[in-house]
């Protein structure tokens, strides 16, 4: 038995010592690493520009022993920058790019992504870096608004035309919603493939090369549309124009009104003419602490007159308003085939003088790392930022560092779910809500793409709204199908009145049945106020 207690220490040991080696060797294997487990003054550079406002510190990570870099203060700008011993050429083999980013009080409005700089050569200094300073690559999340997205920009040199063009990867993945820590990292590799990955889970793969995934296209286009030629004043793109020969009608009456008295009505019997609708409240008290040099003349609150309820109506009446049947609005002319209709206008292509071939990105090299960021959030904490060669470095970093803390913050996050007693509908939902993004991305449902995420976005702040999002999305993907059905359908030609077109089309709203500028202003004034609408008047009815 002690012979085997001392075998089974002596493997332990081996195995241990094993993957210290390997930590070892994938620290070595790393061109850039900052776990923060030191402090970072000295190392890294605060900007002194003055709209950076900013107090970075190094501080633990809630729940945790490790330390990283932490945003203290909502609504600020933030800058710091660290320089690299030498500067890492992008074109050579593989690179990854990795790092950590938890936002501990969550994230409403602000960016946490990393800012990949150019070398100073380039115009800029340390102390002055801000979001001016010339970046190679921008990498990681930003949500404000409609803006929910990790993002993956390449800053590329035009050979041509000399000027830097920023080309944004494009359907980014989605930034996570939760106040744990996430690892994110960017894969590029030397046959032009850009991978992007969220917690070691690959969300989106592109080719650098490809119109399809970045915008702009890295490669330009080979024609562009001229640039200096102008369109023909003589060129006609009217579909439809007001008929010519048309002649307003002579029993066409422009100014009749649009309602008139109703003459046929008349005034119920029992109307009570000298009858107010409201009355003093007669139980109503003058307050003893009332002072009239201070607080007026007291009057006592009005109350609906009880004798009104039981009659037809009170005060003076007036006759309804009724359509008034002569009314035809202004007259316009009704719409004829353009004879002259020459088709939709566009300048000729000629030769792109900015275009160029080549076989891979022209990457600039990277000779610093920083991050600038404007936030409307504190609790930000950056960790183990990584360039690497070698994206199995990059995964022994995420199962050695990111992963051990990441289990922990899943087990205490479930601990209060099932201390809540919604543990059953949390798995629910969160299978529910990751079936829904895959619904998102069906290429058919594109044009509504951002209403469903829209929706799950909503469902997951508020899981009470689960089957509601469900019903939601039902009826989107439902739309989207009916409209793929019966889209190729010839619609039935529109018969138009020459006489009555105009009083048609001159009192609707519009075809999406909006409402008025002003009536919407009108309504939100009423909403944020509070305030009632008027009681209506039983002579109105």
């Given amino acids: 038995?002690?012979?085997?207690?001392?075998?089974?220490?002596?493997?332990?040991?081996?195995?241990?010592?094993?993957?210290?080696?390997?930590?070892?060797?994938?620290?070595?294997?790393?061109?850039?690493?900052?776990?923060?487990?030191?402090?970072?003054?000295?190392?890294?550079?605060?900007?002194?520009?003055?709209?950076?406002?900013?107090?970075?510190?190094?501080?633990?990570?809630?729940?945790?022993?490790?330390?990283?870099?932490?945003?203290?203060?909502?609504?600020?700008?933030?800058?710091?920058?660290?320089?690299?011993?030498?500067?890492?050429?992008?074109?050579?083999?593989?690179?990854?790019?990795?790092?950590?980013?938890?936002?501990?009080?969550?994230?409403?409005?602000?960016?946490?992504?990393?800012?990949?700089?150019?070398?100073?050569?380039?115009?800029?200094?340390?102390?002055?870096?801000?979001?001016?300073?010339?970046?190679?690559?921008?990498?990681?999340?930003?949500?404000?608004?409609?803006?929910?997205?990790?993002?993956?920009?390449?800053?590329q040199k035009n050979p041509k035309s000399g000027e830097y063009v920023e080309h944004h990867l494009i359907d980014p993945p989605r930034v996570p919603s939760d106040k744990l820590s996430h690892v994110y990292t960017a894969i590029l590799k030397p046959d032009n493939e850009i991978s992007i990955l969220i917690d070691g889970e690959v969300k989106k793969k592109g080719n650098f090369l490809s119109a399809q995934d970045f915008d702009p296209p890295i490669i330009a286009a080979k024609?562009?549309?001229?640039?200096?030629?102008?369109?023909?004043?003589?060129?006609?793109?009217?579909?439809?124009?007001?008929?010519?020969?048309?002649?307003?009608?002579?029993?066409?009456?422009?100014?009749?009104?649009?309602?008139?008295?109703?003459?046929?009505?008349?005034?119920?019997?029992?109307?009570?003419?000298?009858?107010?609708?409201?009355?003093?409240?007669?139980?109503?008290?003058?307050?003893?602490?009332?002072?009239?040099?201070?607080?007026?003349?007291?009057?006592?609150?009005?109350?609906?007159?009880?004798?009104?309820?039981?009659?037809?109506g009170c005060g003076e009446w007036k006759r309804p308003m009724k359509r008034n049947p002569a009314f035809k609005g202004i007259w316009n002319p009704p719409l004829v085939d353009n004879p002259n209709y020459k088709g939709i206008w566009k300048p000729r292509d000629i030769p792109n003088p900015n275009y160029f071939e080549l076989d891979k990105p022209y990457f600039d090299p990277i000779a610093a790392i920083g991050i600038e960021i404007w936030t409307m959030q504190e609790g930000i904490l950056f960790d183990n930022i990584l360039i690497a060669k070698d994206e199995n470095v990059a995964k022994s970093y995420r199962d050695t560092t990111w992963k051990p803390k990441f289990v922990v913050e899943k087990e205490k996050q479930k601990a209060e779910e099932e201390a809540a007693g919604s543990d059953d509908l949390g798995g629910f939902q969160k299978v529910v809500f990751d079936v829904l993004y895959k619904f998102a991305d069906i290429p058919f449902l594109s044009k509504y793409k951002l209403q469903i995420l829209d929706f799950i976005e909503k469902g997951e702040k508020q899981p009470n709204l689960t089957i509601g999002v469900l019903v939601s999305i039902v009826v989107v993907i439902l739309t989207a199908i009916f409209m793929l059905i019966f889209s190729g359908k010839k619609q039935q030609p529109r018969v138009e009145k020459k006489t009555e077109v105009a009083a048609d089309t001159s009192n609707d709203q519009g075809s999406s049945g909006e409402k008025p500028a002003e009536e919407e202003k009108e309504e939100e004034k009423e909403n944020e106020t509070g305030g009632a609408a008027p009681r209506q008047r039983r002579r109105d009815t």
Wanted: with cysteine.
């Fill in 223 to 312: 024609t562009i549309p001229d640039p200096n030629e102008k369109k023909p004043e003589d060129w006609d793109d009217r579909v439809r124009i007001p008929d010519p020969n048309a002649v307003k009608p002579d029993d066409w009456d422009e100014n009749a009104p649009m309602e008139i008295e109703d003459m046929e009505a008349v005034k119920p019997e029992g109307w009570l003419d000298d009858e107010p609708e409201e009355i003093d409240d007669p139980e109503a008290t003058k307050p003893e602490d009332w002072d009239d040099e201070e607080d007026g003349v007291w009057e006592a609150p009005k109350i609906d007159n009880p004798k009104c309820q039981t009659a037809p």
């Fill in 1 to 155: 038995m002690i012979m085997m207690g001392r075998f089974a220490l002596l493997v332990f040991l081996a195995f241990a010592s094993m993957q210290l080696l390997c930590i070892a060797a994938d620290h070595d294997a790393a061109i850039f690493y900052d776990s923060f487990e030191e402090p970072f003054n000295g190392r890294w550079i605060v900007s002194e520009k003055d709209d950076y406002k900013g107090i970075w510190e190094h501080s633990k990570s809630e729940g945790h022993d490790d330390f990283g870099l932490l945003v203290t203060e909502k609504a600020r700008k933030y800058a710091i920058v660290k320089e690299l011993e030498e500067p890492v050429n992008l074109r050579d083999g593989t690179t990854v790019l990795q790092y950590e980013a938890r936002f501990q009080n969550g994230l409403e409005c602000g960016g946490a992504y990393l800012k990949y700089l150019r070398p100073q050569e380039a115009g800029w200094k340390p102390k002055e870096f801000d979001n001016g300073s010339p970046y190679s690559i921008m990498f990681g999340p930003d949500m404000c608004g409609l803006t929910n997205k990790v993002h993956f920009i390449l800053k």
